[in-house]
């Protein structure tokens, strides 16, 4: 079973800033949280993670709360591209563990 | 760099048929996974290869599913027979350890299964 909470679906407006929030209350110490992104039609794509740090690259930026149970993707100005299904999973450090999905949210970024 | 390849992108084919599906990972990647999407719903891993050796397979039926990676490169997930409910897209995926604990999985744009 997937062990985060996600909204199943948000909107958000073209040039404006995506939040998308994650809840994993029982995240363990030596898990990571890893962001996903599917648009239509196409495979998972990687977008960041990170352990207990805030992590930001070119594509976004990764919250997560000192106490680790919750954390927040922010896309800074959301284009038309960025619709897509969101999952946010925590998986354990350890090199080649399955990645478990859950339903993720449906962004839609509208014009 | 080139991403993962799937081959083919769209497959229907009618219950009791068997289908085959292929995968090249990305250079340099010795694990490749195989997941199966169902209409809605996130990926499940099916069977996880490190080089040529299946690790993990314990989600993958084993009845009519079967898979190789005979060199491994590249790898073929088959199922014969087919059955309706096996209806969905099947990513393949691969990795590489790094110096780092965690490594990140790249997927390819998967197969659309039609089982009419």
């Known amino acids: 079973d997937a062990k985060t909470t996600q909204p199943p679906s948000m909107d958000c407006a073209e040039g404006r800033a995506a939040n998308l929030p994650c809840n994993h209350s029982?995240?363990?110490?030596?898990?990571?949280v890893y962001w996903y992104r599917q648009i239509h039609s196409q495979g998972p794509q990687y977008i960041i993670h990170?352990?207990?740090n805030n992590e930001t690259n070119e594509m976004a930026s990764l919250i997560i709360t000192e106490d680790r149970k919750s954390s927040t993707l922010i896309l800074p100005h959301a284009t038309l591209r960025d619709t897509a299904v969101y999952y946010c999973i925590v998986r354990v450090v350890d090199y080649g563990q399955n990645f478990v999905f859950g339903p993720g949210t449906r962004l839609s970024v509208l014009p | 760099e080139a991403g993962v390849v799937q081959s083919p992108r769209y497959k229907i084919i009618e219950k009791k048929q068997p289908v085959a599906f292929w995968c090249n990972p990305i250079?340099?990647?010795?694990?490749l996974y195989w997941y199966r999407q169902n209409l809605g719903q996130g990926p499940e891993l099916l069977i996880r290869?490190?080089?040529?050796?299946?690790?993990?397979d314990s989600q993958l039926p084993k009845d009519r599913f079967s898979a190789e990676r005979l060199k491994g490169v590249d790898s073929t997930l088959k199922i014969q027979p087919a059955e309706l409910g096996d209806s969905a897209v099947y990513l393949c995926?691969?990795?590489?350890?790094?110096?780092?604990?965690?490594?990140?999985?790249?997927f390819g744009p998967g197969t659309r299964l039609t089982v009419l």
């Open positions: 250079s340099g990647h010795n694990t």
């Open positions: 990170g352990l207990k």
């Open positions: 995926a691969s990795s590489v350890r790094t110096g780092a604990s965690t490594d990140t999985q790249y």
């Open positions: 290869y490190e080089n040529e050796e299946a690790v993990d």
């Open positions: 029982t995240i363990s110490g030596n898990e990571y």
